[in-house]
């Protein structure tokens, strides 16, 4: 299991010491998500600043872009890293495909499916110099003149990473894709109930074993060095399960584990009642969703839980108080718990 740093919603201009200390700290992977900030220029930066490291977006929307638009995007990173770069793409929701980027709304899994083809298609066009010719239901690419033809590059398979909730699209990651973004709103009765078994279920379709697609997951942890930073930590990510919670489109976790509060959770965001959302979320639950435990037994907690599910793991909601020696601690205790 690889362990990843997640860039929190900084400045693009913190990217390359970020990247840099988490090198230092012993991280294998440094991603980022589309937040605040594009999620690809964050890692032009780190991956000119440090080069141990691999390199991806966690997700990035895809919808807004066109295909044409990202695969140049990935094609220069995977120059720049030397083949370390991880395209990690995503619907979003509706709303704000809708609302916030202005796009449509159309056959979100099916698109996606065609948009991951599209790709291919564009970059096997570079890379051996064939005439671009690719028609879908959604994305139509038959023109690629010299003059905009970027040339081949040494590392040119660049794995594809989707964002899934529910079976259908956990089965098209496993059958097109080469891994897939667990969201960080899930238990472990919904990873094995729902999520792996059409993750493997997609990869068989395609001939392909289940470990050739990679899970990959930033996994809520409750933890500190005291009772009042474990505290602390606990009213953080009850904040974040309850919003998560409130969201129509994860509704199926709380379906799996027969939790009834999404409703209530819903109308209270619609009221902005952000901060009573947390106390409907007891004590059962943040275990079931998270990760709770004393710092110094925290490495072994997250193995035993994710331990031949997960083929990358980042920790959502780390505490950035901690010192680069107590981050590589934990990373140590990680890695040796999973050995």
């Known amino acids: ?52 490291l691999e390199y991806g ?22 120059a720049l890293t030397g083949g370390r770069f991880l395209l990690g793409l995503g619907t979003q929701v509706k709303a704000h495909i809708v609302r916030r980027f202005s796009g449509e709304w159309v056959s979100p899994g099916p698109r996606l499916a065609e948009y991951v083809a599209a790709l291919r298609a564009i970059w ?17 690419f038959s023109l690629m003149t010299p003059f905009f033809d970027p040339g081949p590059v040494e590392n040119p398979a660049i794995p594809i990473y989707i964002a899934a909730v529910g079976t259908w699209m956990s089965r098209m990651a496993g059958e097109v894709c080469d891994g897939l973004h667990v969201h960080p709103f899930h238990t472990i009765r919904y990873l094995d109930g729902s999520v792996l078994p059409a993750l ?23 933890t500190g060095r005291n009772e009042k930073e474990l505290e602390e930590s606990k009213l953080r990510v009850r904040s974040q399960i ?23 959770l819903s109308a209270m965001s619609r009221t902005g009642q952000w901060a009573a959302m ?3 979320i007891s004590d059962e639950v943040l275990s079931e969703v998270a990760v709770v435990a004393p710092l110094d037994e925290l490495g072994g907690a997250v193995a035993a839980r994710y331990r031949g599910r997960l083929g990358r793991l980042a920790f959502y909601a780390g505490e ?11 990373l140590e205790s990680t890695r040796r718990a999973l050995s």
């Open 1 to 52: 299991m690889k362990l990843d740093f997640y860039m929190p919603a900084a400045p693009i201009d913190e990217a390359g010491p970020l990247a840099r200390w988490a090198a230092d700290v012993g991280f294998d992977g440094f991603f980022t998500a589309e937040i605040k900030h594009d999620p690809f220029l964050p890692l032009a930066v780190g991956a000119a600043h440090e080069n141990r």
């Open 57 to 78: 977006t966690g997700i990035a929307v895809a919808f807004p872009r066109s295909p044409m638009t990202t695969a140049y995007l990935a094609w220069d990173l995977a």
């Open 124 to 140: 096997a066009s570079w890379q051996n110099g064939d005439p671009l010719k690719f028609e879908g239901d959604h994305y139509s």
């Open 200 to 222: 493997s279920a997609g990869a068989a379709r395609a001939g392909k074993s289940p470990n050739d697609v990679v899970a990959a997951a930033s996994v809520f942890v409750v």
């Open 242 to 264: 309850a919003f998560y919670a409130s969201t129509p489109t994860y509704r199926s976790v709380l379906e799996m584990e027969g939790w009834d509060f999404g409703d209530r």
């Open 278 to 280: 947390a106390d409907l």
């Open 320 to 330: 950035p108080s901690w010192t680069a020696d107590q981050w590589g601690t934990l």
